[in-house]
């Protein structure tokens, strides 16, 4: 390996952080006090993720997607989820369609789940028939009809909304979907500062219009970018020692663990966490991953991955403790162990 | 060289001298809390020393020898010995190569820099990424080099347990001291049946202790108060024990008040025993083996009065006439008819064959003293009882025979023998419940018309609109009491299988 290798990995790098950088200044014009929240999208859409948003209802969740399609110039829909939506209501179905000469035939009418960026908001909404529709989109990433499979176009990305309060008549989203979201973000009032803003931007005659940064093709690049950052034996072991943590019984759980915690995190956990610590260390200017990346990203990729268990539940127990508790038990590579 | 292999090098310094240094605190760290842990051992050994002092002196055993001072140097050597063996192995463990880059990289915010270009100069083919990662390294590597890394141990504090636990030992060192100043008293446990035993022989037979001075033997009065009680009880038991054995104990006393002047304490002794077997019949009566020990005399003991009957009291003490009428009567009453004996343990022995016979020659000499006092002799009215019984005949069971017709005539249930005994004539009964063999089920069909029944009709009436709202009833807010019932609740239904 040549000097112009790392000269190109460092290139890489320097773009990947230059195009996170505008379009996280574009989406910041539109959504104010989410500084997190726009980090944690941006980092789950580079890291080749979906991302589940929750939150009460104002604060935000639609319009931060809708200005993240504007600004990437992806192809967006969304899909508003409702009790009484049919599977065919995602996915599309045949319709029958005039033809020239004056007959009639079936075409396939491709559902909304056919874009770049997809909003599933109040996904919790449909029943779970529904909401398995999208199951095989989110990770084969292609869309089955009777015998059509349509290859679903990259970057395709589902971000899905839920309110947490408003739980009557909703169906909770199972195991098998919950899993397959890269991060989970909690979604949360914005600070006294930035209601000012929000006010001013949205009551007065002034319109914010946004345009777009970046594209499509730049976003698979910068995908492959990330993918190509290297991960060393430490960080693997600090994130498989992690994801062990979470599930109760193993050599590594805490307390909190084996008392409340009935099912830990799968091995797609372990995956989201190197991903999206790539993406981490990519923005922190280094070239592999670290311990704190894995460590930073912890939290969203674990929190809905933890089922608690009956007593957890009725302790008052959140998955963000349990989390916490792991974070906090487990040393890291880099902690001196004197003892 | 190149600049993966400089690198490399300084790399290994790097981990070099921080593994030294880590390995040295955690030396001093692993000291420290071996050190807390081995401190109540400077009280263990000397409380284990007073113990032992202790225990000597209750068994009036002469001191420990071991000097104090060895053991307040032992106990004060031990902890610190411990914590030494336990600092020195860990040290001798060392620190990993990558735990010591992992610590340099914690310690200047290098974020698993060195560690992940250490990984990355170790392979022979390295992506684009991760040549820069060793670039981007090697340029932190200087300072990883240059900075001089304090890795604090963990401090412990010991100083107020050390002092805490060397207060007690000082305190149990005095006491032992004490302990083995205290004057040691020849005891005797009175409790002991060996010791007993041995303090009875031993005031039959004193011992021979050397006098220099000449002076003469110790007596029996010598011997302090508790022996003498133990020796009480030795005599008791020495009387109820069987005729082979009391007669030399008996020649011995003999012997011994005629030689040392003591008779009457001997006498007395047996006296007392005696008295004691006469006052207490019940505890005669309550275990086994002296009721067995008492069967054995009794014939000669009854004997003896026959034979002897017409022959003059033989001329004794007092004492030694009292002794032997009331042995002889305690062991007649000592039987196991006495009312105060335990209920199971009378009524074993009246259904024995031994106890039996004795029975009946009791009931013998009784009716020749009647006949006696009458002035004759007597036909004997046991002949005029009814005979014994001779059914032959095997009852059902515990049930008496209704058809016995024995040769003795119609008597109570017999306890068979021989061979009757062995054949199998007991009936088993059925265990099938039920009733075997009902015969055929006879069912007889008739032919009825059926009765029409007349019923009110009912009339559909109109469904009244929902007056609530159709929703989920919302979550009832427990407190937190509430919740914790419901919970251990729950999870106790859980638990049954």
């Given at each position: 390996m040549s000097d112009s290798n790392a000269d190109k990995a460092r290139a890489d790098a320097q773009r990947f952080r230059e195009t996170y950088d505008a379009i996280h200044t574009e989406v910041s014009r539109m959504m104010v006090g989410q500084n997190d929240v726009i980090e944690g999208v941006l980092t789950a859409l580079l890291a080749g993720g979906h991302v589940l948003l929750e939150g009460v209802p104002g604060l935000g969740k639609t319009m931060l997607v809708s200005s993240l399609g504007k600004a990437v110039d992806l192809s967006f829909s969304r899909i508003q989820f409702t009790p009484d939506m049919m599977p065919a209501d995602v996915r599309g179905t045949a319709v029958l369609v005039d033809t020239e000469g004056g007959g009639h035939q079936l075409e396939f009418e491709e559902g909304p789940?056919?874009?770049n960026l997809v909003l599933a908001d109040e996904i919790n909404r449909a029943t779970p028939k529904t909401q398995s529709a999208l199951l095989e989109a989110m990770q084969e990433r292609q869309v089955t009809v009777g015998k059509r499979t349509i290859k679903l176009e990259e970057p395709f990305c589902v971000m899905a909304t839920q309110n947490p309060v408003e739980q009557e008549g909703t169906y909770p989203l199972p195991e098998a979907q919950l899993d397959r979201f890269l991060f989970k973000l909690v979604v949360g009032y914005p600070e006294e500062a930035d209601y000012k803003e929000i006010i001013r931007r949205t009551t007065t005659t002034d319109e914010v219009s946004l345009k777009s940064v970046s594209t499509g093709a730049t976003i698979n690049e910068l995908r492959r970018t990330v993918r190509s950052v290297p991960c060393p034996d430490h960080a693997e072991d600090y994130a498989i020692r992690l994801v062990m943590a979470?599930?109760?019984?193993?050599?590594?759980?805490p307390g909190i663990v084996n008392q409340f915690v009935s099912l830990g995190s799968s091995p797609r956990g372990a995956q989201a966490l190197i991903l999206g610590a790539k993406v981490k260390a990519l923005l922190a200017g280094r070239f592999a991953v670290g311990a704190e990346d894995i460590a930073a990203v912890a939290m969203p990729v674990l929190r809905h991955r933890v089922l608690l268990g009956f007593e957890g539940l009725s302790e008052g127990i959140t998955t963000d403790q349990v989390v916490e508790e792991v974070l906090a038990k487990l040393p890291r590579p880099t902690e001196v162990a004197t003892s | 060289m190149s600049p993966q292999d400089q690198l490399r090098s300084d790399l290994d310094r790097i981990a070099e001298r921080n593994g030294d240094a880590m390995s040295a605190a955690r030396a001093r760290t692993v000291f420290g809390l071996s050190l807390g842990k081995a401190l109540p051992l400077l009280a263990a050994i000397p409380g284990l020393y007073a113990l032992a002092q202790l225990g000597a002196w209750t068994k009036d055993?002469?001191?420990?020898?071991?000097p104090i001072l060895v053991v307040a140097a032992l106990a004060a050597a031990l902890p610190f010995g411990w914590a030494a063996i336990k600092s020195w192995t860990a040290r001798r463990e060392g620190t990993d190569r990558a735990a010591a880059l992992g610590a340099v990289d914690g310690r200047l915010e290098l974020e698993g820099r060195l560690l992940a270009a250490d990984e990355f100069t170790a392979k022979d083919a390295r992506s684009a990424f991760e040549m820069a990662a060793i670039e981007d390294a090697a340029t932190k590597s200087s300072q990883a080099l240059s900075a001089n890394l304090d890795f604090a141990s963990v401090v412990t504090d010991s100083k107020r347990p050390a002092l805490a636990w060397g207060a007690a030992g000082a305190v149990l060192l005095v006491l032992s001291v004490w302990f083995a100043s205290l004057e040691r008293h020849p005891r005797v446990d009175p409790a002991s049946d060996q010791d007993v035993a041995q303090a009875g022989m031993g005031a039959l037979t004193p011992p021979v202790e050397p006098r220099p001075d000449g002076a003469p033997k110790k007596t029996d009065?010598?011997?302090?108060a508790p022996v003498a009680a133990a020796d009480r009880k030795v005599a008791a038991a020495a009387a109820s024990k069987p005729s082979d054995v009391s007669p030399e104990v008996s020649n011995e006393a003999k012997e011994s008040s005629g030689k040392t002047g003591a008779g009457r304490s001997s006498g007395a002794m047996s006296s007392s025993a005696a008295s004691e077997s006469k006052s207490s019949p019940s505890s005669q009566g309550q275990p086994t083996d002296p009721s067995k020990d008492v069967k054995k005399p009794k014939p000669a003991d009854k004997k003896k009065p026959k034979d002897t009957?017409?022959?003059?009291?033989?001329?004794?003490?007092p004492e030694n006439e009292q002794s032997g009428a009331t042995a002889g009567k305690g062991s007649s009453k000592g039987?196991?008819?006495?009312?105060?004996?335990?209920d199971w343990k009378s009524r074993d022995q009246v259904t024995d064959a031994d106890d039996q016979e004795v029975e009946d020659d009791e009931e013998t000499d009784e009716d020749e003293e009647e006949q006696e006092n009458r002035g004759g002799v007597q036909p004997s009215l046991r002949d005029r009882r009814p005979p014994v019984s001779r059914d032959l005949q095997i009852g059902f069971g515990n049930r008496p025979s209704p058809d016995a017709n024995g040769r003795g005539g119609p008597s109570e249930q017999k306890k068979s023998r021989g061979v009757a005994s062995l054949v199998l004539g007991v009936p088993i009964p059925d265990r099938i419940k039920g009733r075997p063999g009902p015969g055929p089920t006879k069912i007889t069909q008739e032919r009825i018309e059926p009765d029409a029944e007349e019923s009110s009709q009912i009339t559909a009436a109109n469904r009244k609109p929902r007056s609530t709202p159709l929703k989920r009833p919302s979550t009832v807010e427990l407190d937190a009491s509430l919740r914790k019932l419901v919970q251990s609740y729950f999870l106790k239904r859980r638990a049954m299988p």
């Open positions: 789940i056919v874009a979470t599930q109760p019984g193993s050599d590594y759980a | 055993e002469p001191a420990h020898g071991v009065q010598d011997v302090p009957g017409a022959d003059p009291k033989p001329e004794e003490s039987s196991n008819k006495n009312p105060t004996a335990s």
